[in-house]
């Protein structure tokens, strides 16, 4: 079976790559990516089909496991993306004896033993998987010290109909991304390097800190949490503590080009208070000499893990502030099926120790 396939995918983030071309009389530029795949090599096991020649595979528990293609561009940060158009070729499908092999489930790292692989009901459709050709995600973050935008784009050469066993697989595809660059650059304020923000009780003991960095060309200011808390230098923004604190670093990144943020502290008491159970669901700033920030991420042990990597993932793809709270509910980095699902971009925008 033979057919032509073009797909539109029309899409919010930021983003750029080689190759560019402006058209005339419009308000974007365009750039085009393209792959060329082998046909695929199967292995035929005792009681499934595998891609024996993957160099990276899509593995998600109950779903065939299937290969794809991965390139990651860099672009200016303030990028805007119009959308996206993939193009593939011809189509041509293979009939199956045996199905795709399901992935397994991810062992925790707890001594359980793993599960065998379980189809799940993704082998009863008549839908092709994966759905799209193609997909991408994007983050804001740093490259040898630069503000960037990050996209990942996969691109499956294959797709698997489970209700009729057929796969169907392309040999190239071509990707045209429609953006507007921005107007001038940003984030390029250059005034201090390193940020150290502690309790007020510890800057007598930091001072000798500063003044050493000062003396050794690291640009360093130290400020208190009750100057962030009292807008000494920026109006305070934020729910609690932490989001108070973060506010406070994107905004130095922004006004002063910080690159660097110490944060010094630690819990007040060894005995008293949540110590990962109840922290993602119950904020406690009194607990902590600096405020930190419970990413919910229920793994049955506990129901979350203190993340400084909060502190370091200021923007998200768009440029905007990244809250690890897309639903609003307070619970941040949710990862569960009671609290729902909170993406982040997962790229730092700082260095943060």
Excluded at 37 to 44: A, E, I, Y
Excluded at 147 to 176: K, Q
């Amino acid at each position: 079976m033979m057919r032509k396939a073009v797909i539109s995918i029309f899409i919010l983030a930021m983003f750029v790559l080689g190759n560019t071309l402006y058209v005339r009389g419009s308000n974007f530029e365009t750039e085009e990516v393209n792959f060329a795949f082998s046909p695929p090599h199967l292995h035929n096991g005792v009681n499934y089909v595998t891609f024996s020649d993957a160099s990276n595979s899509l593995s998600s528990a109950g779903y065939p496991v299937m290969p794809y293609e991965s390139k990651v561009m860099t672009f200016p940060f303030g990028t805007k993306i119009k959308g996206i158009d993939v193009s593939i070729g011809d189509v041509q499908t293979i009939h199956l004896d045996k199905k795709i092999a399901p992935a397994p489930e991810a062992v925790p790292l707890n001594g359980a033993e793993p599960k065998a692989a379980q189809e799940g009901e993704i082998y009863q459709s008549n839908e092709p998987y994966p759905s799209n050709w193609v997909e991408w995600s994007a983050g804001a973050g740093l490259e040898d010290g630069k503000h960037v935008v990050f996209l990942t784009i996969r691109a499956f050469p294959a797709r698997y109909l489970p209700a009729s066993n057929e796969i169907e697989y392309v040999n190239d595809m071509s990707i045209e991304v429609r953006y507007t660059p921005p107007s001038e650059s940003l984030l390029t304020n250059d005034v201090y390097d390193l940020l150290i923000i502690a309790p007020s009780e510890f800057t007598d003991t930091l001072q000798p800190l500063v003044d050493h960095k000062n003396s050794h060309g690291m640009r360093t200011i130290m400020v208190t949490l009750d100057e962030i808390y009292n807008s000494n230098y920026f109006p305070v923004q934020g729910r609690d503590g932490a989001e108070k604190m973060k506010y406070f670093i994107k905004d130095s990144i922004e006004e002063w080009g910080i690159k660097y943020v110490l944060l010094v502290g630690g819990k007040k008491s060894y005995i008293t208070g949540n110590w990962g159970y109840d922290g993602p669901t119950k904020v406690d700033d009194s607990l902590w000499w600096v405020p930190v920030r419970y990413a919910a991420l229920d793994d049955q042990a506990e129901k979350g893990y203190v993340s400084d990597f909060y502190f370091a993932d200021i923007y998200d793809a768009g440029g905007n502030f990244s809250s690890w709270d897309t639903n609003g509910d307070g619970i941040y980095a949710a990862w569960s099926f009671k609290y729902g699902k909170d993406p982040i971009d997962g790229y730092p925008d700082v260095y943060v120790g």
